[in-house]
């Protein structure tokens, strides 16, 4: 372990780490009353030394006027020193997302392909194949909203990110409702409503929300919600069929203008089906408009 000045850090992976600005205050307050007590890690490459890990106390003691801090060399080789964090990343706590991005940086910038990732990291194929996939299918603008702090982790992971698996939504729609509501300081609570009403509901609902006015669709779906708990059982299977009627809508409009649909055996049996839903088209809209009309007066 050495005394570092901290203008020699070069700190180019700071946005592959997420940020907590809770966690870096109370940070803040001990260093301010300590210094700082572990030592950052990096690696000292081409002259530099490349931090890895400490970007917390960097910049609170950056904020604090400190000019060096204690640093310990991971090596001379960033590969090995990312590595090495990984490695050892249970016990300093990367979270599922840093894990990704640190891998991503071994496959993309260091060209280790995925079985030697999963070699030097003494984890399976899966392991580094999950984390590889998963940014993969993020968007860019959103991964900089997660890593930068203004969109929780844990509502994208687990409330937003299962929608892009549904016919019909767009990694376009995802990034959409991130930005809007990203910096709200919502809970996750509010995201699983907001993100149930844009992504199931009506476009005038996602419109509210595109714009960034989320508290009058917000108390809206909340109000709904509430009022579903009191549902008979047989309302509660009206709305479970008016929710799979909006989904194969979706699916079906979609799919149509798909290419692959050329066949002469699908096209025959196509046009009879189709026949029999334009058929009841004019019914079907007529009563679910007189629905529509009857519940809004509610």
Known sequence: MVEIELANLDVRYESHRLRDRAGEARLLAAIAERGIAEPMEGVDAGGRHVLLNGFKRWRCARQLGLTSAPYVSLGEDEAVGIVALLRASNDRALSLLEQAGFVDELKRLHALNLAQIAEALSRSKAWVSLRLGLLAEMPTAVRKKLFAGVFPVYAYMYTVRPFMRLNGVARADVEQF???????????????????????????????????????????????????????????????????????????????????????????QAHLLLGGLLSRSPAFFQSVRQLYDRCGQA
């Open 178 to 268: 991130v930005m809007a509501l990203s910096g709200k300081r919502l809970s996750v609570r509010d995201i699983e409503h907001l993100a149930h009403g844009y992504f199931r509901g009506s476009e005038a609902l996602r419109e509210q929300i595109r714009a960034g006015n989320v508290a009058l669709p917000l108390e809206q779906l909340k109000r709904s919600c509430r009022a579903a708990d009191g549902c008979s059982a047989f309302e509660q299977a009206m709305l479970k069929d008016l929710e799979i009627v909006q989904k194969y809508l979706q699916r079906v409009a979609g799919k149509s203008h798909d290419p692959r649909l050329s066949t002469p055996a699908f096209q025959a």
